[in-house]
């Protein structure tokens, strides 16, 4: 499987100590397959940890994430947490628990623990 310029963008932000990098590009440029991707790495590489994905809104999650997730777990050849599902706040992946936070609503977030964001 080749590496996307943005997974690898954001597995060296993470490794330089950055708390958040930006993905550039257009539309099906590989932005939201890299943090699928990078979801894997996580969950590979800290198992047991806690990651919160905050977007603009909850609802962006059911639009377009959980098809993400459905169409890319696969290829890593695991099974998605969302096949089937209509609503889900969080999914684990090998003992890395991943919460699915909307901006919208600061107060759910405001208190969340977590080992990333």
Not at 58 to 70: A, E, G, I, M, V
Not at 86 to 110: C, E, M, Q, V, Y
């Amino acid at each position: 499987m080749q590496w996307n310029p943005n997974l690898i963008h954001l597995i060296d932000s993470h490794r330089d100590g950055l708390r958040g990098a930006l993905l550039e590009g257009s539309g099906r440029s590989g932005k939201t397959w890299s943090c699928v991707d990078f979801c894997v790495y996580i969950a590979g590489h800290y198992p047991g940890t806690t990651v919160n994905i905050i977007r603009e809104t909850y609802r962006s999650f059911k639009t377009t994430l959980y098809d993400d997730f459905n169409r890319r777990l696969p290829m890593w050849h695991l099974k998605s947490p969302f096949e089937g599902i209509i609503d889900r706040g969080s999914f684990w992946l090998n003992r890395t628990k991943f919460n699915l936070l909307g901006a919208d609503d600061p107060a759910k977030f405001h208190g969340a623990g977590s080992d990333f964001n």
